[in-house]
């Protein structure tokens, strides 16, 4: 149920009268979606050139499994218009970026909500709502951190005023091999979830990164190195999703596979320990005094 009985007449009526553009049909632009329209914009654009993902579904309320492989922008008007069938709507599947979202297109608009991830495509959007002179609300997440800024032409510095920081990047080594902050974990975590259920990737491997030039043994016998691998975690360079497939997503193999034969695994990597602790849990298989 809408909230513009809460409003002013006045402000109410400006609210149910603008057209408003959500450029973004993601984690942001779902709660942008739900929240506009319960507050008693009923007259809203919402573009996304994506198509739904199995690992949007822990955040993106607005889909379902169901919707896997459909536009993000249609399902999520369709989903919208079951709580709020008044609405206005319109929805395209399109990248804002197409020549035919001209300065013409965003003077249609009071006002333009970006909820992209995106750098390049928010840098085009500011450039254009300022060519349209119309109000940009800019939000987006970097790392642990959120913001929304208002822009608006004359009044406020734009998008591109201040230089932005570059995105930091992991290498893969670090993130299966040595993680040593909680960010490290995040990622891999992300990561191993598109992996075990997400679509098919190039770089499926989320086991131990052989390619790490400090992952390679020391002279040890052969035997220590078979023990690091039990019978049902055994390393073998498939994709993660394949193996669990094989294993008929058997949440006990694959959480002994992840959390303990791999770092089993990993601890018989000797060059690894040098210069870093090394992993201890009870029971990873390494002697008490190392741990």
């Not at 959120?146 to 990047?169: A, F, L, M």
């Not at 992991?170 to 191993?192: D, M, Q």
């Not at 030039?213 to 019978?231: D, F, G, H, K, V």
Request: aromatic share 8%; proline share 5%.
């Amino acid at each position: 149920m809408a909230v513009t009985g809460a409003l002013r007449t006045e402000l109410a009526e400006a609210v149910s009268g603008c057209r408003v553009l959500v450029v973004g049909a993601g984690g942001i632009g779902c709660e942008l979606l739900k929240n506009l329209l319960l507050t008693g914009f009923t007259n809203l654009d919402v573009i996304d050139l994506d198509t739904i993902d199995v690992s949007n579904l822990n955040r993106q309320f607005l889909f379902q499994k169901k919707h896997v492989g459909r536009s993000k922008a249609q399902v999520a008007k369709e989903s919208v218009l079951q709580f709020c069938p008044g609405a206005g709507i319109t929805a395209y599947h399109d990248s804002i970026m197409n020549a035919e979202y001209d300065v013409e297109f965003f003077k249609k608009f009071t006002l333009v909500m970006n909820a992209l991830d995106n750098r390049a495509a928010r840098n085009h959007v500011n450039r254009m709502c300022l060519a349209a002179d119309v109000p940009l609300i800019e939000s987006g997440t970097a790392g642990y951190l959120g913001q929304v800024t208002v822009i608006k032409k004359g009044v406020t510095e734009c998008y591109e005023c201040q230089p932005k920081p570059t995105q930091k990047t992991f290498p893969g080594c670090t993130i299966r091999n040595t993680p040593s902050e909680p960010i490290h974990c995040i990622v891999w975590a992300k990561y191993l979830f598109n992996q075990l259920f997400g679509e098919e990737d190039a770089d499926q491997e989320v086991s131990p990164d052989t390619a790490d030039p400090e992952a390679s043994w020391e002279p040890m016998e052969a035997a220590q190195r078979a023990n690091a691998s039990s019978e049902d975690g055994d390393i073998k360079r498939v994709s993660t999703k394949q193996w669990a497939k094989s294993t008929g997503y058997d949440p006990v193999k694959l959480f002994n596979k992840l959390f303990k034969d791999d770092i089993r695994y990993l601890l018989t990597m000797d060059k690894l320990w040098r210069k870093r602790k090394p992993p201890g849990a009870p029971g990873l298989g390494r002697p008490a005094e190392q741990r």
